[in-house]
Nanobody, 121 residues
Framework: QVQLVESGGGLVQAGGSLRLSCAAS????????MGWFRQAPGKEREFVGA???????YYANSVKGRFTISRDNAKNTGYLQLNNLKVEDTAVYYC???????????????WGQGTQVTVSS
């Protein structure tokens, strides 16, 4: 098993940036792919992007070119860099882990508690 803890959320103005972290403990972090999801009030949880065990990244069209996913296996931590934020990016952001990359919530077994990102106009 792996335990995940997100951090780095906050309030930012439109056009600003944040970096979210996802710290992993338990089984070796490098053996997991990591996904990032978000959930806005009243909406379903949606895929933001993912990074494979080897570092290949995948992004939803809505964030491509603005968000960047990375990982540091030595620190057991994954990152989501959010740039050029928009009001519609406001949501609780979650990291998740599984053996291989996937883009649906049901495919992920391990989840963090989430961190709130609020973008003001």
């Amino acid at each position: 098993q792996v335990q995940l803890v997100e951090s780095g959320g906050g309030l930012v103005q439109a056009g600003g940036s944040l970096r979210l972290s996802c710290a992993a403990s338990g089984r070796t972090f490098s053996t997991y792919a990591m996904g990032w999801f978000r959930q806005a009030p009243g909406k379903e949880r949606e895929f933001v992007g993912a990074i494979s065990r080897s570092g290949i990244t995948y992004y939803a069209n809505s964030v491509k070119g603005r968000f960047t996913i990375s990982r540091d296996n030595a620190k057991n931590t994954g990152y989501l860099q959010l740039n050029n934020l928009k009001v519609e990016d406001t949501a609780v952001y979650y990291c998740a882990a599984r053996g291989g990359v996937a883009s649906t919530t049901n495919d992920y077994s391990y989840w963090g508690q989430g961190t709130q990102v609020t973008v003001s106009s």
